[in-house]
């Protein structure tokens, strides 16, 4: 037996012109009692469309995106990019003039650029969110809500392009309306840390210093009145410290450890209030992935993921680009270990860095997998505590702060998995290093 050809998608151009038969046909599918499947439901939106398009083409465009994605099952149709396309042809065909267009294409488009993000067409995938950006200024425009449709959507595109400066900008505009807003179970706290990574990225240290302020701020009031976890205040001040370090503010950064030392201290004696973990976690993970950002960035021959983000919404070349990188680095890593053990005044500070962006990452892909995160990622933590240590001992000058730095990794590892006693231990050393303990 040959091989199965698969079946052919017959598109509303290139349906021939309906007949009284085809209309009774795609009626009675849709009027049967009996499940029909989605290719059938498809089918007949089609015929009837061209017959009544008022009333069948929002019908058929959202067909048309059920078709090319079975949530259900989670397989996407041979066919899926077709499909979308279709549904986006549909839905630009509605009159004008018709009160629910609007919805109908936008969630068409969205549905379009993000298969077209998929398969690698990210031009055309960032030319459908400007116009998806478009609409949702329009509708903003006539609604009254601040919040606009789109625009968080067009700030990571920008971002995965290195467009920082146009990023950084949209993200600021999308703070600025949400804030009055409140943190809504989490949202403005995702945006916050997407405005922070932008801002530096675009270079504005200044803004984004301030802006990592709010978000600390934001999280100090959540986990005070119980609505949010203490360690997502942790989290929040231990990476608003690692920026004030980085741009020089070393009297801030120390004080803003101190505050992480004694929620640290309350976590490992109550134990802590345990919320969404896998919140936690992600949230945790992009904290980690922003301060390894510097030495961690993707090569520019490429997108990469959007700085502040969730890794469950970048786009998927970019996505897998950054975790198959992991196995150069780790063949990168193994190569410098022989070369520092021969030669560590040349080699043993590249190696400890290189060991912490092969860390970084490796926690950052394990941290949705959470039967295996801690079995695959502890060793890691503790070898780049261990390479930290040697570095101290063969430079104590350079040493002291990359050896603090890798405790403080390690305590937030400790945090994520609550093993608050170990986390606390970690810390305290790390302050130790710096000449900040108590």
């Not at 920008?158 to 943190?183: H, I």
């Not at 992935?289 to 998927?316: I, L, N, V």
């Given at each position: 037996?040959?091989?199965?050809?698969?079946?052919?998608?017959?598109?509303?151009?290139?349906?021939?012109?309906?007949?009284?038969?085809?209309?009774?046909?795609?009626?009675?599918?849709?009027?049967?009692?009996?499940?029909?499947?989605?290719?059938?439901?498809?089918?007949?939106?089609?015929?009837?469309?061209?017959?009544?398009?008022?009333?069948?083409?929002?019908?058929?465009?959202?067909?048309?995106?059920?078709?090319?994605?079975?949530?259900?099952?989670?397989?996407?149709?041979?066919?899926?990019?077709?499909?979308?396309?279709?549904?986006?042809?549909?839905?630009?065909?509605?009159?004008?003039?018709?009160?629910?267009?609007?919805?109908?294409?936008?969630?068409?488009?969205?549905?379009?650029?993000?298969?077209?993000?998929?398969v690698g067409r990210?031009?055309?995938?960032?030319?459908?969110?400007?116009?998806?950006?478009?609409?949702?200024?329009?509708?903003?425009?006539?609604?009254?809500?601040?919040?606009?449709?789109?625009?968080?959507?067009?700030?990571?595109?920008?971002?995965?392009?290195?467009?920082?400066?146009?990023?950084?900008?949209?993200?600021?505009?999308?703070?600025?309306?949400?804030?009055?807003?409140?943190?809504?179970?989490?949202?403005?706290?995702?945006?916050?840390?997407?405005?922070?990574?932008?801002?530096?990225?675009?270079?504005?240290?200044?803004?984004?210093?301030?802006?990592?302020?709010?978000?600390?701020?934001?999280?100090?009031?959540?986990?005070?009145?119980?609505?949010?976890?203490?360690?997502?205040?942790?989290?929040?001040?231990?990476?608003?410290?690692?920026?004030?370090?980085?741009?020089?503010?070393?009297?801030?950064?120390?004080?803003?450890?101190?505050?992480?030392?004694?929620?640290?201290?309350?976590?490992?004696?109550?134990?802590?209030?345990?919320?969404?973990?896998?919140?936690?976690?992600?949230?945790?993970?992009?904290?980690?992935?922003?301060?390894?950002?510097?030495?961690?960035?993707?090569?520019?021959?490429?997108?990469?993921?959007?700085?502040?983000?969730?890794?469950?919404?970048?786009?998927?070349?970019?996505?897998?680009?950054?975790?198959?990188?992991?196995?150069?680095?780790?063949?990168?890593?193994?190569?410098?270990?022989?070369?520092?053990?021969?030669?560590?005044?040349?080699?043993?500070?590249?190696?400890?860095?290189?060991?912490?962006?092969?860390?970084?990452?490796?926690?950052?892909?394990?941290?949705?997998?959470?039967?295996?995160?801690?079995k695959e990622v502890?060793?890691?933590?503790?070898?780049?505590?261990?390479?930290a240590r040697r570095?101290?001992?063969?430079?104590?000058?350079?040493?002291?702060?990359?050896?603090?730095?890798?405790?403080?990794?390690?305590?937030?590892?400790?945090?994520?998995?609550?093993?608050?006693?170990?986390?606390?231990?970690?810390?305290?050393?790390?302050?130790?290093?710096?000449?900040?303990?108590?």
């Amino acid at each position: 037996m040959g091989p199965r050809r698969a079946p052919r998608i017959t598109t509303m151009n290139q349906l021939r012109k309906v007949d009284q038969d085809d209309i009774v046909r795609a009626r009675n599918v849709l009027l049967a009692s009996g499940r029909r499947t989605p290719s059938e439901e498809v089918d007949a939106y089609r015929v009837l469309a061209q017959v009544s398009p008022v009333s069948y083409l929002p019908l058929l465009a959202s067909a048309l995106q059920r078709l090319s994605y079975d949530g259900g099952s989670g397989k996407r149709h041979e066919s899926c990019l077709a499909l979308c396309e279709e549904a986006v042809v549909v839905a630009r065909s509605i009159d004008a003039a018709e009160p629910g267009r609007a919805d109908v294409l936008y969630r068409a488009l969205d549905t379009f650029q993000g298969e077209l993000y998929r398969v690698g067409r990210h031009t055309e995938g960032l030319a459908l969110r400007a116009e998806m950006l478009a609409m949702g200024r329009a509708q903003a425009e006539l609604s009254g809500d601040p919040v606009i449709k789109g625009l968080h959507e067009w700030a990571a595109g920008l971002s995965e392009e290195g467009r920082y400066a146009e990023a950084a900008d949209a993200m600021t505009e999308l703070v600025a309306a949400m804030l009055p807003g409140g943190p809504r179970s989490g949202a403005l706290a995702w945006s916050l840390l997407e405005w922070i990574a932008a801002l530096h990225d675009a270079g504005r240290f200044g803004e984004a210093l301030a802006a990592f302020e709010t978000l600390v701020g934001i999280e100090a009031a959540e986990a005070a009145d119980d609505r949010g976890p203490r360690a997502g205040h942790l989290y929040s001040l231990i990476g608003y410290a690692q920026m004030l370090d980085t741009y020089g503010r070393g009297e801030q950064a120390a004080l803003a450890r101190q505050e992480a030392l004694v929620l640290l201290e309350e976590l490992a004696d109550t134990g802590g209030r345990i919320f969404s973990s896998g919140y936690q976690m992600a949230y945790w993970a992009v904290l980690l992935s922003m301060s390894g950002a510097e030495s961690g960035r993707a090569a520019s021959d490429g997108p990469h993921p959007s700085s502040g983000a969730e890794p469950m919404h970048w786009s998927p070349s970019a996505k897998q680009r950054y975790f198959d990188s992991r196995h150069a680095l780790r063949e990168e890593v193994d190569a410098l270990a022989l070369r520092a053990a021969e030669d560590p005044d040349r080699h043993l500070a590249e190696l400890v860095r290189l060991k912490r962006v092969l860390t970084i990452r490796s926690a950052v892909y394990w941290q949705s997998r959470t039967h295996r995160f801690a079995k695959e990622v502890h060793s890691l933590f503790d070898d780049g505590v261990s390479l930290a240590r040697r570095l101290f001992r063969h430079d104590p000058a350079e040493g002291r702060r990359t050896l603090a730095r890798n405790l403080i990794d390690r305590s937030t590892f400790h945090t994520a998995t609550h093993e608050f006693g170990p986390a606390l231990d970690d810390f305290r050393q790390a302050l130790s290093c710096l000449g900040e303990a108590a």
